[in-house]
């Protein structure tokens, strides 16, 4: 009985398999341009264009020295600065 009823219920999903779709063959190898090659003169040049001005950042002069300092906090919720 079991073996009959796993075969009515395979049967009635087939329809609902999922159709398989293939891949389109690859296509011929893009060259990229020359402003697009990683480290290229061409792409220094494009990079120096697009940049933005000095005056879009006026806090260019400032520094921002990062934190390095681990902080322990203890069960009882004290806290200690390690650098």
Known sequence: MKLAFSALAAACLLPFAPAYVHAAPPTAAVK???????????????????APTAAQFPNAAKATILDLADIIVDKNGATKNVT
């Open 32 to 50: 990229p341009a020359p402003a697009d090659v990683p480290g290229s003169p061409e792409e220094a040049k494009k990079l120096a264009q697009d």
